[in-house]
């Protein structure tokens, strides 16, 4: 199993960005994806999660309204739209796959490599 984000970096206080997590090597129907973030010195933290149809998403309540998860399952992809970004928000940016509704990292089987998201003036 590989996952592979992309679409960090730089960007202004108040900006949009859009990371993408790409999944290959098995089938993953059924499976919650998830994402997760770590800034220096923190632990890792949950941002937010989908189901396999798409019917349900979770997020925490510091993204909630900003962020919004999308999957597109025939590509295996899932996304992560980052709008009215903040300092705060400053982290790399993790995805996770998982059988079950889980916000914790431990409950998580598969991991990305990370991608860096920088908020900043």
Avoid: H
């Amino acid at each position: 199993v590989q996952l592979v984000e992309s679409g960090g970096g730089l960007v202004q206080p108040g900006g949009s960005l859009r990371l993408s997590c790409a999944a290959s090597g098995r089938t993953f129907r059924d499976y919650f994806m998830g994402w997760f973030r770590q800034a220096p010195g923190k632990e890792r933290e949950f941002v937010g999660l989908i189901n396999w149809s798409s019917s349900l998403t979770y997020y925490a309540g510091s993204v909630k309204g900003r962020f919004t998860i999308s999957r597109d399952n025939a590509k295996n992809t899932m996304f992560l739209q980052m709008d009215s970004l903040k300092p705060e928000d400053t982290a790399v940016y993790y995805c996770a796959i998982n059988g079950r509704f889980a916000t914790t990292p431990r409950e998580y089987d598969y991991w990305g490599q990370g991608t860096q998201v920088t908020v900043s003036s």
